[in-house]
């Protein structure tokens, strides 16, 4: 496995595998990889010759308040990781390689990522989708795999890559849970062990939505009614939304008749956390 630290050198190396006519498989990462991160990974490997495995901290899709400085950082696991993992190159480049001084062309996707973690989060996405295009384009993969962790990133790096025409394939892998059912996630380690425990509350409130559905129920507002109570029974729990919305439009919904995504978002302390499910498809 092979460490690229600049633009240059993975466009090469990237343009080289094309002309030979290798396919390139792309998980991108922000590093501290977990079993989430892996999970890709291994998806990725069997299906191309040249696994590539992004780690870029990427500082625009972080809010000024935001957790830019203190997201947990560990390169040589990480590194480990990808090798055990059989990743065949590890891009890692640093902020001034991906951003000049004065960098001022963004992308912007307007309707997809306004609710949900967008409303809570301005910019956020726009940081996303930027970097994301400036890697498919540094890195030119076949495909590239995200995690249905971050559903409403998926959606929106989806509708980049068809608005702009960009030649590649979009695979999204399901969510990774701890045994007790945590979202697996980098964030989860600024818990403290009193925070660990609430934090069981998105998981056990998506399970609530799951076995309502299940149980017939297709009405949202009475499973987002129970999916708050739920929360709101946990004392550090605070929640910043409850949202059931068309898996496709991200558009609110009454009745679960189609793919729908039930998404959640609840800070435990100052931790923002995550979860989802999709319930309504065969
Ligand atoms: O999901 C992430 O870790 C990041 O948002 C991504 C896709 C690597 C872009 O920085």
């Known amino acids: 496995m092979k460490t690229i630290s600049t ?11 094309r002309s030979l006519k ?51 950082r560990d390169l040589s696991r990480d590194l480990e990781l990808c090798r055990i993992n059989k990743a065949d190159l590890v891009f890692h480049p640093p902020q001034e390689d991906m951003y000049f001084d004065d960098y001022s062309v963004f992308v912007e996707e307007t309707r997809l990522s306004r609710g949900l973690c967008g409303a809570a989060r301005p910019g956020h996405f726009k940081g996303v989708t930027s970097v994301v295009c400036k890697l498919f384009n540094i890195i030119q993969p076949d495909f590239a795999v995200f995690g249905q962790k971050d559903a409403q990133q998926v959606r929106v790096i989806d509708r980049m890559v068809r608005d702009l025409n960009i030649p590649v394939e979009i695979r999204t892998a399901p969510i990774v849970r701890e045994p007790d059912g945590l979202a697996m996630s980098s964030r989860n380690t600024y818990l403290s062990p009193e925070e660990r425990s609430q934090a069981l509350c998105l998981s056990k409130t998506i399970s609530l939505a799951e076995k309502l559905h299940s149980g017939g129920e297709l009405r949202a507002s ?28 991200l558009e609110p919904v009454e009745k679960i008749e189609a793919p729908t995504l039930v998404a959640i ?18």
């Open 22 to 72: 290798q396919t390139i498989g792309f998980v991108p990462t922000m590093g501290f990889l977990h079993d989430g991160h892996l999970s890709l990974i291994r998806s990725a490997r069997s299906c191309c010759d040249l696994l590539v495995v992004s780690i870029f901290v990427n500082r625009t899709q972080f809010g000024p308040n935001e957790d830019f400085d203190s997201y947990p």
């Open 222 to 249: 009475t499973i987002e009614s129970a999916m708050r109570e739920l929360i709101e029974s946990y004392s550090m729990a605070q929640i910043d939304y409850v949202e059931i919305v068309d898996s496709g439009s």
């Open 265 to 282: 978002a609840v800070r435990i302390g100052s931790t923002r956390l995550i979860d989802n499910t999709v319930l309504g498809d065969s």
């Open 7 to 17: 633009v240059a050198e993975m466009r090469e190396i990237s343009s080289r595998a």
